[in-house]
């Protein structure tokens, strides 16, 4: 006889800069293995399971993602459960919600709009403290012709050239809902410099590095190295370009996952 299954949705954010991503990994710190571990713990030992809504890379952060875990006992008071969590999740981890869904739930295949935010600035070096979410380009940047190039982004495109080692059987048309380029005013801190900037990109499915592919290109765009119709001529069915140049991981972070 099997025992009476139930399911909950958590939502959580993190600072990446120490863990190998999200996925475990022999002999490696990662997200997924720190949320276990704590869930052993808490549960003392009781039978269950975690699937995460997606995979993070290794130094990427998460300002709102999620994960799904199934027990076998009801968990009766959700707020206690929250806090007895928090409360033994390493400091850089952190669980923001609980809710009860039901079995028809299935985190990888409900659809799910992403954000995910790259945060940067240029021109000389930063505070240290920057380090862990903010990239920080030496050279000087065109920022007004980085913000049409983020534009160019928007809508179905074949994204082929901005997926990490592609193969010919992946399915690469895509539809990014938007993508823009602006002044930094998500993040604040009094160690910042003065002027910071976010690329913000909104869709259902990206691929591996996509958004860091996506970035870099936008970077050798400010420095003049490509124009704007290089990135147009890419996004074209026919384009067999290869971008070889990925951001640095740690500007990266997933924004928002919202469930529809």
């Known amino acids: 006889m099997f025992n009476k299954r139930f399911y909950y949705l958590i939502k959580i954010q993190y600072l990446g800069y120490r863990f190998h991503g999200w996925q475990k ?3 490696l710190k990662t997200i997924h293995l720190m949320i276990d571990r704590t869930l052993n713990f ?3 030992g009781a039978s269950f399971k975690t699937l995460g809504s997606g995979r993070t890379d290794a130094m990427v952060s998460a300002n709102e993602s999620a994960f799904e875990l199934f027990v076998y006992e009801k968990i009766e008071d959700e707020t206690a459960f929250l806090e007895l969590f928090n409360h033994n999740l390493p400091q850089d981890l952190r669980a923001l919600t609980i809710e ?3 079995a028809s739930f299935n985190i990888i295949q409900h659809s ?3 954000t995910y935010v790259y945060l940067f600035t240029y021109g000389k070096k930063c505070h240290p403290f920057c380090a862990p979410i903010m990239t920080t380009i030496l050279d000087d940047l065109d920022i007004e012709i980085m913000k049409q190039g983020a534009k160019c982004f928007e809508g179905t495109h074949n994204f082929k050239p901005y997926c990490f080692r592609a ?4 399915l690469y048309e895509r539809t990014i809902d938007s993508c823009v380029l602006v002044e930094n005013t998500l993040f604040t801190a009094n160690f910042f410099p003065e002027h910071t900037y976010t690329l913000i990109v909104k869709g259902k499915g990206f ?3 996509q958004i860091r592919l996506m970035m870099g290109t936008l970077i050798k765009l400010g420095r003049g190295e ?6 147009e001529n890419s996004l074209k069915p026919e384009s067999t370009e290869v971008m070889d140049f990925i951001a640095p991981a740690s500007g990266l972070m997933l924004h928002a996952v919202t469930f529809e």
Request: glycine share 8%.
């Open 25 to 27: 990994q022999p002999k």
């Open 42 to 44: 808490i549960l003392d």
């Open 100 to 102: 009860e869904v039901d």
């Open 112 to 114: 799910k709009i992403k």
């Open 167 to 170: 193969t010919d059987k992946g």
């Open 207 to 209: 691929g591996r590095n």
């Open 226 to 231: 490509v124009d704007l119709t290089y990135i």
